[in-house]
């Protein structure tokens, strides 16, 4: 049972924004403060009883020269005095370690902790854009969801409203139309919804998926009908076949994938000219592409296009919140396939992505128990 004074240091040390981790002699961590939990998500958990060098590996001073935090925290036990460091996150460097949300610059401090023989330990203080990098994440997420929820609230008000005219007269089938239009959105609004919750649940920002088997041109005459008010002015052409292999996917997610690329195409190329949906299939993937006519996009910026927040240069680049692309790549990485852009030849842009026919087994999801296929409409 702790004591007081113990209880009173250790709400203390979670009170404060640094993470904190307490690592004994061998460098194995004894144990984390509370924003080490918000910087590592559900996997700080398991940092306790784990050496420090396996939880935070792969550094870099200002020099460019690897940090050795196992070699920091033995000369901190051997001079009894604290040692400082400035260090460089890689964010790559996480994906090889069992450890999210790594990236950006930090100081380190470690400062002995007194004990007696064997029991004295450091802690391991590390401030910067690690202890931020958790809370940066989820407002991110948030963004990405918000961005994601104007077009199905788009399509409610208007048919809403559209059903509200006293002075039109609708058939009773393009009512039904409208109505089932309706219902498909509120189930997209009602899947963020669902999503934001058990994220919060989980502690990571990993898409929840609601999978279930979909033909890919039904995904993709869905999406064209969710994207109609943006594509009028525009001439679609679609060349998939529908024998292609049936994928394990979340219809709503891969649904506002499509509606995203159509929707960028649209607004980037000139009204009248052609934008086209296609899909492919080999032994292993699913590859779907939305081609337009526009200006295209520069080589050097076709890596950056997915980045949170990035926006193009001109005025009409700019426009945008720099989210759309961002959210596309967080559902296809979540379905385990890639998305990339390249030119459309002789002008324009292509937007591919990939979804596998297998779903990785790692990917968080779970089967949709009710809900029509997204082309019943």
Known sequence: MRSNSTEKKALLLDALPQCILLVAQDGTILGVNASVEDAFGSRAKGLPGTSIAS????????????????????????????QLTEAWIDPDAGESLDVPCLDGNVT????????????SSVAVVIDGELSMQRSGLRDAVLSMVSHEL????????????SLLES???WAEDTKLD?????????????AMVDDLMEINRMGSIDLPLQVESSQPYMLAY?????????THKHRMVVNIPEDLPEIRVDPLRVMGVLVNLIQNSAKFSEEGTVITLDAEADSEKVTFS?????????????????????????TEQTSGSGLGLAVCKAVVEAHGGEIWAECNPPEGAMFKFTIPLELPSKTPSKTRDTGDDPGDS
Request: glycine share 10%; charged share 25%.
């Open 150 to 161: 104007r077009t199905p609230l788009l399509h409610i008000k208007g048919f809403v409203s």
């Open 222 to 230: 869905a999406a064209l009908d969710s994207a109609s008010p943006f």
């Open 290 to 314: 939305v081609a337009d006519q526009g200006p295209g996009i520069p080589i050097d910026a076709r890596g950056s296009i997915f980045s949170l927040f990035y926006r193009g240069s001109g």
């Open 55 to 82: 939880a935070i590996n792969m550094l870099s001073d200002s020099r460019g020269q690897c940090v050795d935090l196992g070699e920091i925290v033995d000369r901190c036990l051997a001079t009894d005095e604290s």
């Open 167 to 169: 002075d039109i007269e």
């Open 178 to 190: 409208f109505l089932r239009t309706i219902d498909r959105e509120a189930d997209r609004l009602t």
């Open 108 to 119: 380190i401090t470690v400062i002995p902790v007194p004990g007696e023989g064997a029991e």
